[in-house]
């Protein structure tokens, strides 16, 4: 006579289960992706980032001049 293997695989277990399989889809879902970083050459760094007399610029500095109440 053959032993048959009783396997007792419990609710608990499934539902541990399941849950540990949610967290993971979740967890790789929030991760980000890595991105590649453009180098910066000398140049590029000491060069100005804004347009001194664009019209941002121009309205930034003409409100802040309004006088204080």
């Known amino acids: 006579m053959k032993k048959h293997l009783k396997v007792g695989i419990r609710r608990r277990h499934l539902f541990g289960l399941a849950i540990a399989g949610v967290a993971t889809a979740t967890a790789s879902a929030l991760v980000p ?13 000491l060069k100005a980032r804004y347009q001194p007399n664009s019209p941002e610029v121009r309205n930034f500095y003409r409100v802040n001049s309004y006088p204080r109440r």
């Open 33 to 45: 992706e890595r991105t590649t970083v453009k180098s910066e050459n000398s140049a590029d760094k």
